[in-house]
């Protein structure tokens, strides 16, 4: 697939106003915490160790040995890619080590699957994508107006 007038667009993306840059990373945030939240609200709750290690940050690195469920990335920089992730591989961190996030997402030979994970991102990405859209177009409404 061939995309034309990249260039040109990549080029007024680049003089992007950081308060277009805010706008879009506002969108991504709310997106990320809705569907962190819906994974809270669906992951079964033991020692609540799995729930409270579910979470997102900014860029491409999440806890040692979490499952990760989307890593959202522009090409406008580090500074715009979020990772959505549950669990750990932390042994310092004692019982708050919830190495067993795949596990319930998954299941295991004598446990069946709680899905909490995938289903969560499923269901907000459409929504939480259309609006990231809005977002930049608005953005790229701000780039084209100068």
């Known amino acids: 697939v061939t995309i034309l007038g990249l260039a040109k667009l990549q080029a007024k993306l680049n003089r992007m106003p950081a308060s277009a840059t805010v706008q ?12 962190v939240a ?4 669906l992951v079964p709750v033991r020692t609540g160790a799995l729930r409270d290690s579910i979470g997102w940050t900014w860029g491409a ?7 990760i469920v989307a890593v959202a990335k522009s090409k ?15 042994k310092s961190r004692g019982a708050a080590d919830a190495y067993w996030a795949r596990w319930v997402e998954f299941g295991t030979v004598k446990t069946p699957k709680q899905p909490y994970f995938y289903v969560s991102y499923r269901a907000n990405k459409k929504k939480v994508v259309r609006r990231i859209r809005t977002a930049t177009r608005k ?3 701000l780039v084209a107006a100068q």
């Open 61 to 67: 690195e999440a806890p040692a040995g979490s499952l």
């Open 76 to 90: 406008l920089g580090k500074d715009l890619t979020i990772t959505i992730y549950a669990g750990s591989r932390d």
């Open 24 to 35: 879009i990373r506002a969108a991504m945030e709310q997106g990320a915490n809705e569907i």
């Open 139 to 141: 953005a790229g409404k």
């Open 38 to 41: 819906m994974m809270k609200s």
